[in-house]
C-alpha cells in the first residue's frame, strides 16, 4: 500500500490578485514561501503549501460546475471565524450563503460545533474558513 499525505494545491488566477491571496494567508497565518510578479506560494507549519499563479487562459472559475467547489482552512478558535469576518468586511469582501453561522448538521456531536465562514475570491475561488471542535 502507498503511503501519502496531503502536499500542496496550485490555482491558475489573474496575477494583479496576487497581493490579495498574500494578504488573507498571511492573515491566517500560513508563511511566504516564494513570492514574484507571477507567483506566490505560501506554506502550512505541516509542510503543505498553497500556490497562486499566473493564468494562462482567460476563463471563469465555476465552483458550483466539475471540479473543486471550495478550499476550506480550519482555524484552532471559533474566534478566528469572527476576526477572518472582521478582516473580510474590512477589505470590503462580502460573507456568502448567510454565513458566518453554526453548522449542526455537520457537526460531529451535541458538544461540538462547526462554525464557518464563506467568502469569494476576486478569481471566483470559493474559500471557507471553518472552527470544527468544542463548543466555545
Known amino acids: 500500500m502507498v503511503q501519502s499525505k496531503f502536499g500542496h494545491i496550485v490555482y491558475c488566477v489573474d496575477a494583479a490578485n496576487l497581493p490579495f491571496y498574500k494578504d488573507l494567508l498571511t492573515f491566517l497565518g500560513w508563511k511566504i514561501w516564494h513570492e514574484n510578479a507571477e507567483m506566490l506560494g505560501v506554506g502550512a507549519a505541516d509542510g503543505s503549501s498553497l500556490w497562486f499563479g499566473k493564468a494562462t487562459k482567460d476563463v471563469k472559475n465555476d465552483y458550483d460546475g466539475p471540479g473543486v467547489n471550495h478550499l476550506a482552512l480550519q482555524t484552532v478558535k ?18 456568502l450563503f448567510e454565513t458566518p453561522r453554526h453548522r449542526p448538521d455537520f457537526s460531529g456531536s451535541e458538544s461540538e460545533t462547526y462554525y464557518q465562514v464563506m467568502f469569494e475570491s476576486p478569481d471566483h475561488i470559493l474559500f471557507e474558513v471553518v472552527y470544527i471542535g468544542p463548543k466555545e
Do not use: N
Open 78 to 95: 471559533q474566534s478566528e471565524v469572527d476576526e477572518t469576518v472582521a478582516y473580510l468586511k474590512k477589505i470590503g469582501v462580502p460573507a
